[in-house]
C-alpha cells in the first residue's frame, strides 16, 4: 500500500517560476526522502528530513515537515527545464525501530516549459 | 565510485515464461532492496536483504517470486510463471546500512512487458 500521497499529480510551469509539490502520510515517521525520477537517470535522492527537523535546505530545493499534520512539502526554486521529471516523496515509518525500509508515494509530475 | 548495476535493462517475455533480473550493488553496500514500480506508480519494495540474509520480504509474492543474495553482493530476482500484471519496471536499489537516515541509491531498472 501507498504511505504517501503527493499532491498535486501533475503540475506544469515555466521556467524561473517556484514549484511547489506536496506529501501526505498517514503513520509516524523516522525520516521523509524526496526522490526525482527521469528516463535520463533514473531515481535519484535529493533530501532526507527526520522527524525532529522542520525545515531543510538543499541548493534550489526547500523541504518542510509538519509531523503534527503529517505532511511535507518540497520546493524547487527558480526551476530548470532539466527539472523536469516525477517527484516521489517515501517515508520511512516509525515501527520495529529505523529499518530504512521506504514506503514510497504516488508521484507527481513536474514539467517545466522552456 | 559505480552505482547501481541492472541487467538486461529489458525483457519481454509471454505468461508463464519465467524470467530472471540481476543487480550488483555498489560495493560495500550491505543492504539491497529489489522494487516493483507499476507504470504511473511509486516503487514498491518487494524484498530487502542485509548482506545476505532477507530482512523484509512482506510484499514478495512468494508463489511466484523468489530472490536471493549470494555471499552478500550481488542479487537475482526471479519471476515463475509470469502473469500479465507483473508487466513492470523492477528497481534494486543499495544503502550502506540497514539503519535509517541513510539514502537509496538505485539503478535504472529492468522493464518487463508480459504479453
Known amino acids: 500500500s501507498q504511505q504517501g500521497e503527493e499532491d498535486p499529480q501533475a503540475l506544469s510551469i515555466q521556467e524561473g517560476e517556484n514549484a511547489t509539490m506536496n506529501c501526505s502520510y498517514k503513520?509516524?515517521?523516522?525520516?521523509l526522502q524526496w526522490y526525482r525520477q527521469n528516463s535520463g537517470r533514473g531515481l535519484v535522492h535529493l533530501i532526507l528530513?527526520?522527524?525532529?527537523?522542520r525545515e531543510k535546505h538543499s541548493g534550489r530545493l526547500r523541504v518542510t515537515l509538519d509531523t503534527s499534520k503529517k505532511s511535507s512539502s518540497l520546493l524547487i526554486t527558480a526551476s530548470r527545464a532539466a527539472d523536469t521529471a516525477s517527484y516521489f516523496c517515501a517515508t520511512d515509518a516509525a515501527y520495529g525501530g529505523a529499518t530504512n525500509k521506504l514506503i514510497f508515494g504516488t508521484g507527481t509530475l513536474l514539467a517545466v516549459q522552456p | 565510485e559505480a552505482g547501481v548495476a541492472q541487467s538486461p535493462r529489458y525483457k519481454i517475455i509471454e505468461k508463464r515464461q519465467s524470467v530472471a533480473f540481476w543487480c550488483n550493488p555498489i560495493s560495500g553496500h550491505a543492504t539491497l532492496y529489489w522494487y516493483q514500480q507499476i507504470l504511473g506508480q511509486g516503487p514498491k519494495l518487494l524484498i530487502q536483504f542485509q548482506n545476505n540474509g532477507v530482512v523484509d520480504d512482506s510484499q514478495l509474492p512468494k508463489d511466484r517470486f523468489s530472490a536471493e543474495r549470494l555471499k552478500g553482493v550481488d542479487s537475482t530476482l526471479k519471476i515463475q510463471p509470469a502473469k500479465l500484471e507483473d508487466s513492470a519496471v523492477y528497481l534494486c536499489?543499495?544503502?550502506?546500512?540497514?539503519?535509517?537516515?541513510?539514502?537509496?541509491?538505485f539503478g535504472p531498472g529492468t522493464r518487463l512487458t508480459v504479453t
Open positions: 528530513i527526520r522527524s525532529n527537523e
Open positions: 503513520t509516524s515517521i523516522n525520516n
Open positions: 536499489a543499495s544503502s550502506p546500512r540497514r539503519q535509517s537516515f541513510f539514502e537509496q541509491y
